[in-house]
């Protein structure tokens, strides 16, 4: 397995630049007829069933200047809930405070959703337009690791359908055998230098926050 993905000779000629639909559609073709059917605006009974068993989602929100943010979200199977059809409901547990993405939600309400389940390849994309509430009441309902939810996303869906397993057939993502070694990233490392910082702050930097994984879930 490589150990960078930097490759300084990879470069791409913009003469040949995929600049229309004609041109791409030239390349990829154009999607079945039944294909085109399978959005709906609501959740099927089996997107019901996935999310019950999704512990696990990627949040995609864009703000006014288009600026993008991708963020994971995880908790038990089924941490995201549906009171009807055509609502979900985020809960939203301790983290960094940056909050990209919910300032984004907060200017566009775009939001568009992932989910996956462990050791299946299909997975479940939803779009719709979000709002975040902090109802004390709704917040304690989804409470976890003795804390109520610090706050919610509400979704209405526009959007919801299952997206092909391909993907995760080629990148062998759920195959144990084709994983490598348990690794952890360095944040130690990257703020220590970030900061003019020395071995002493990054190894101080990374026992923190093992500190937080363990007590601040």
């Known amino acids: 397995m490589a150990s960078t993905c930097l490759e ?3 470069t791409l000629e913009t003469s040949v630049n995929i600049t229309s639909e004609q041109h791409l559609r030239s390349i990829i073709g154009a999607p079945h007829s039944i294909t085109a059917t399978k959005k ?3 959740l099927t009974d089996e997107a019901m069933a ?6 696990f989602l990627i949040m995609t929100t864009v703000a006014e200047d288009l600026q993008l943010d991708a963020s994971p979200k995880g908790d038990a199977p089924g941490f995201v809930r549906a009171p009807d059809a055509q609502t979900l409901i985020i809960p939203d547990r301790r983290g960094n405070k940056l909050a990209d993405g919910h300032l984004n939600v907060l200017k566009t309400g775009r939001v568009g959703l992932i989910f996956l389940v462990p050791n299946t390849r299909e997975t479940l ?5 979000a709002r975040l509430t902090a109802d004390p009441a709704a917040l304690a309902t989804f409470s976890a690791y003795g ?3 610090v706050l919610l996303t509400e979704v209405s869906i526009e959007e919801c359908f299952f997206h092909c397993g391909k ?3 080629r990148s062998k993502l ?5 994983w490598d070694a348990p690794g952890q990233v360095s944040f130690g ?6 900061n003019g910082g020395d071995a002493a702050m990054a190894e101080a930097i990374d026992q923190s926050i093992s500190d937080d994984y363990k007590e601040n879930l």
């Not at 759920?174 to 084709?178: G, Q, T």
């Open 189 to 194: 490392k990257m703020l220590a230098q970030a």
């Open 167 to 169: 993907a995760l057939i």
């Open 147 to 149: 804390r109520p939810a």
């Open 125 to 129: 994309r939803i779009n719709g337009k």
């Open 40 to 42: 709906t605006d609501h």
């Open 8 to 10: 300084p000779s990879l």
């Open 50 to 55: 996935f999310l019950a068993r999704s512990p």
């Open 174 to 178: 759920w195959d144990m055998s084709a």
